[in-house]
């Protein structure tokens, strides 16, 4: 290294190595686009996509893999893709499984920026899509086609809640795929249930994604995504897709996943505990017609979270009774104070966001009032619910 005089390249090409063998408990931030090979049979012959080596930034770093590892572990599988957002997770599987002539089958209840994806990109490329009732197996059973390619799960639905009997659906994917060629694939979104309420692949679906974003960040600081599954064949696609697509994360966000895990499941259930109180105590209220919440007794899909989840994410939503007003109902909203308005949920922070239902679905909705769904943080329960209950009272709805 004598050689090197020139203090650009002194800098550059610095000769020094830290001794190895440094040990502490958070994983390693390792950034790099380029990664350096020892010599030109190793460019050629090294392997990244099962984990043996790495070529390049954008196919995995030690601090990537090792968040791989464990988001397939939190769910109960053994492959894991990570992405930069929920939404490109879900987006990957639709293309990574979809072809001109395919069609998809969505919950009408799906989260509803995937419902636009198949809408507009995959429509235009001649892919069609058509909902189903996620509460009846029949009508799934009733929409496969020989065209079937994808069907959607979603446990618990968006905005509305309903817990699906997931054995039940994928026995109708399973019976219907007796005897094709091509087997129709089951994704389930599992971002609620975040592999803490339920083990995805022991309700037999064969691809989980997660928004990392909710509760494995927990810090309302990143956005990232992840799909998980126990299949080679599936995983291979996946990760071919995603590779020609130049999907990636960021190091610093990988770090926030992984500083985010460890608590993940005291979060999920000190959530899950104010988020029941505050539904049962919603419910009460003289201006709300009902709460959807799978673990009230009168929530659709009651029975089915019940056998098969073991606790519930941090959502509920009210429907007030059609004789309030969407003014009114707006005006509660922004009378609160600790529950802020904006998308997301499962960070620190309480937020609401009021929605029309019937705007964003296609099968009979039995309410007629106006729907707000709150998702709960990590602040103290009495002083959420004496902000509902001050908010109430603001806009005149707190007496019956
Ligand atoms: C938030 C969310 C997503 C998308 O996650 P982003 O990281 O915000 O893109 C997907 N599905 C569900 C159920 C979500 O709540």
């Given amino acids: 290294m004598a050689a090197l005089n020139k203090l650009p390249t002194q800098l550059i090409h610095h000769p020094y190595r830290p001794p190895t063998g440094f040990e502490g408990f958070p994983p390693a931030v390792h950034k790099a686009s380029t990664v350096f090979f020892p010599s030109v049979h190793a460019l050629r012959t090294q392997q990244w996509a099962d984990k043996s080596g790495y070529t390049y930034g954008l196919h995995g770093t030690p601090t990537t893999f090792t968040l791989e590892e464990r988001i397939a572990t939190l769910e109960g599988g053994t492959h894991c893709v990570l992405v930069p957002s929920g939404l490109s997770a879900v987006s990957l599987i639709d293309m990574a499984f979809l072809r001109q002539g395919d069609e998809l089958l969505l919950p009408d209840n799906a989260y509803g920026p995937g419902k636009a994806f198949a809408a507009g990109e995959l429509a235009g490329w001649g892919i069609s899509h058509r909902y189903y009732d996620a509460q009846n197996p029949a009508d799934l059973a009733a929409k496969i086609t020989p065209a079937t390619r994808l069907v959607w799960l979603e446990a618990a639905g968006s905005v509305t809640l309903e817990f699906p009997d997931i054995p039940a659906l994928v026995a109708v994917v399973s019976a219907a795929n007796a005897g094709r060629e091509r087997a129709i694939v089951t994704a389930l979104d599992n971002t609620w249930g975040a592999g803490i309420a339920f083990q995805p692949f022991e309700l037999g679906v064969d691809v ?15 956005l990232m995504g992840s799909v998980v599954t126990r299949d080679d064949a599936l995983h291979q696609q996946l990760l071919t897709c995603h590779m020609r697509l130049g999907l990636g994360v ?19 259930h000190a959530q899950d505990v104010s988020t029941r109180a505050l539904a049962a105590w919603m419910a009460q209220q003289p201006a709300v017609a009902a709460v959807l919440h799978p673990a009230l007794a009168d929530s659709p899909g009651h029975a ?16 007030f009774h059609e004789s309030v007003a969407q003014a009114q109902i707006d005006a509660f909203c922004d009378s ?13 922070v309480s937020l609401c966001a009021p929605y029309n239902v019937s705007a964003i679905r296609t099968t009979p909705w039995p309410h007629r009032g106006g729907l707000v769904r709150f998702a709960v943080g990590l602040e103290a329960v009495e002083d959420l619910q004496a902000d509902l209950a001050q908010a109430l009272a603001a806009v005149d709805l707190a007496k019956p």
Avoid: H, I
């Fill in 336 to 348: 609160l104070r600790l529950f802020r308005l904006g998308w997301s949920w499962a960070g620190p």
């Fill in 304 to 319: 089915a979270w019940q056998r098969d989840a073991k606790g519930a994410a941090c959502l509920f939503s009210a429907v």
């Fill in 250 to 268: 960021a190091a610093n966000d990988a770090e926030l996943v992984l500083r985010g895990l460890p608590s993940m499941a005291l979060r999920y």
């Fill in 208 to 222: 989980s994604m997660q928004a990392l974003t909710k509760y494995p960040s927990g810090g309302a600081d990143v």
